[in-house]
């Protein structure tokens, strides 16, 4: 089979693999929709989780089943599915303690594309299939169902981690497709303000239809002096964190309340510390939480987000801005997303030839 690969750190192009093997609990499948990433791009031309040779990318899909394991029961060749771009060990230790994404190690839930040949291929390989798999709902748009493997949840994770609840003020700093699915999610928990940090216009218009009640454009100001000016000097309750740099915590940490929490879902793809500042941090004693992670993934969150599709709770359908068709429009779709163009949200790749 053909899939789309990273060769080594700053390199990408076609390669020619076997179709990968299925053990008695994982599925294979074939992609109907596939989507490119920003982490993709952090992985090929920062280097952020180290070198990898021939790896095939991509995390993020919608698929079809070809076959399954003899142990599999929920899913059988011919179902579409939704497949969670963190596809955790469900019977490991670090799972049963309530994170999966980490089960086997730091960021091991994550192993397409980062373990493991991912995505952008004719077949792909997915582990405890039964637990990372979710059944397409009847009708549901293939754009919408392919934001559920990664920028739903991952969005939503930044609203959970940031614990936003009824009343709350909100800076969502970073209002790419993330952040943008995080104002969807902070609106959903009872946010009183949003203040959505972006430029691109595209962006901000659709983070207002989400629920963000104002736009701090980063690029025109301080964000700092921006939303401290808004909330009369007292900074907000919460902050989700899903775009910027290292130095955007320290931006944070000053926009913060006593008390409040950092949500972070943001890739730290450069460098080697990220700065907190000391007295904006109450000297180490001003409760003021950081908490950064990756999202959980899985069939039941699948299942519970999809719902909130189902329901027109959400649109993600509309983060997509650029459709693509045919497995080999992944490689201009993912250098769309490295060059950033800006009228871009996020590219989709249908394999419908
Ligand atoms: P985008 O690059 O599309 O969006 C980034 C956002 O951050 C844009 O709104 C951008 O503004 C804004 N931004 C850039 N620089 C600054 C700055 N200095 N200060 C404030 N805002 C800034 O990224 P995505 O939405 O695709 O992804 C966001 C992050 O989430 C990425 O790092 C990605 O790798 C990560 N990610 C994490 C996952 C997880 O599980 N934790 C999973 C998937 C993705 P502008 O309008 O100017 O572009
Ligand atoms: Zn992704």
Request: aromatic share 6%; glycine share 14%.
């Amino acid at each position: 089979m053909k899939g789309f690969a990273m060769l080594k750190i700053g390199a990408t192009g076609w390669v020619e693999k076997d179709i990968p093997s299925c053990g008695p609990m994982d599925a294979i499948c074939k992609p109907l929709a596939l989507a490119p990433c920003t982490s993709d791009i952090h992985t090929v031309w920062a280097g952020a989780i180290g070198d990898r040779k021939d790896m095939i990318l991509g995390h993020e899909a919608v698929g079809e089943v070809v076959e399954v394991g003899a142990l599999v029961k929920d899913f059988k060749p011919g179902d579409k599915v939704l497949v969670s771009a963190i596809t955790p060990d469900w019977n490991s230790l670090e799972a049963q303690g309530g994170y999966p994404m980490h089960s086997g190690g730091m960021l091991s839930g994550w192993k397409f594309s980062n373990f493991k040949d991912g995505v952008f291929a004719e077949y792909f390989h997915v582990n405890d299939a039964d637990g990372n798999l979710a059944h397409l709902p009847e009708g549901m748009d293939l754009g919408a169902a392919a934001m559920l493997a990664d920028m739903v949840p991952t969005g939503f994770h930044g609203a959970e981690l940031a614990d936003i609840s009824f009343g709350d003020n909100v800076a969502v700093i970073g209002v790419g497709p993330v952040g943008l699915m995080s104002v969807a999610a902070c609106a959903i928990r009872g946010a009183a303000e949003i203040f959505a940090v972006g430029s691109r216009k595209n962006c901000t218009d659709l983070a207002r239809e989400f629920g963000a009640t104002d736009i701090i454009n980063y690029r025109e100001g301080d964000i700092v002096e921006q939303i401290l000016d808004k909330t009369h000097g007292k900074g907000v309750d919460k902050i989700v964190v899903a775009g910027g740099d290292n130095n955007t915590f320290a931006q944070a940490m000053q926009i913060l309340k006593p008390g409040g929490i950092i949500g972070n879902v943001n890739y730290l793809g450069e460098g080697e510390f990220v700065p907190i500042p000391r007295v904006e941090w109450g000297c180490g004693m001003g409760h003021k939480q950081i908490r950064g992670g990756l999202m959980p993934g899985g069939r039941l969150r699948s299942e519970k987000l999809a719902r909130l599709i189902t329901t027109n709770r959400i649109h993600p359908e509309k983060l997509i801005t650029h459709t693509f068709h045919g497995l080999e429009n992944v490689e201009p779709a993912l250098m769309l997303m490295k060059d950033k163009p800006r009228d871009l949200i996020k590219p989709l790749v249908l394999i419908d030839k």
